[in-house]
């Protein structure tokens, strides 16, 4: 379903050969630009889209996506939805994308997931998740 949303969006999209991968998807954004995307599966919780932002155990224990792909995307089966999430805008271990507005109205650090539908991303913008996420994941440098 992610595959098929992104080609609707007007992308050249890659599936990498072989397994292994950290990442599912390869988004084509231009020249020598290409875009690793982690395919998620949310699930409802309390007015809120969730899905796991590490990955699964094979022997590692659970492993960060930091450094290894650039942005989630994630398919709601109820709505047949499609939400492309960077990796900082959610937590560690779960991501949560709010549908409903909150019972006290707060709206501060609150991520709907409105505005992350798939239709909301243009190529410059994915180009600068890219860019983040690879800030993200280099390491400190500490010469204490």
Known sequence: MILAAL???????????????P????????GPEVLKVQCKTGWRIKGCIAFHTRS?????????FVGQ??????????????Y??????????????????????????VRFAADFEIARWSP????????SAEVLAEPELNFA
């Open 7 to 21: 080609v609707a969006e007007g992308y050249d999209v890659a599936v990498p050969w072989g397994g292994g991968q």
């Open 23 to 30: 990442y599912d998807l390869l988004v084509d954004l231009g």
């Open 56 to 64: 699964t155990d094979h022997g590692q224990g659970r492993q960060s």
């Open 69 to 82: 792909a650039h942005i989630f995307t994630v398919y709601f089966p109820p709505l047949g939805s499609v």
């Open 84 to 109: 492309l999430v960077p990796l900082d805008a959610v937590a560690e271990v779960q991501g949560l994308l709010r549908l409903e507005p909150t019972r006290n109205n707060q709206r501060k650090r």
């Open 124 to 131: 410059e913008r994915l180009l600068e998740v890219k860019r």
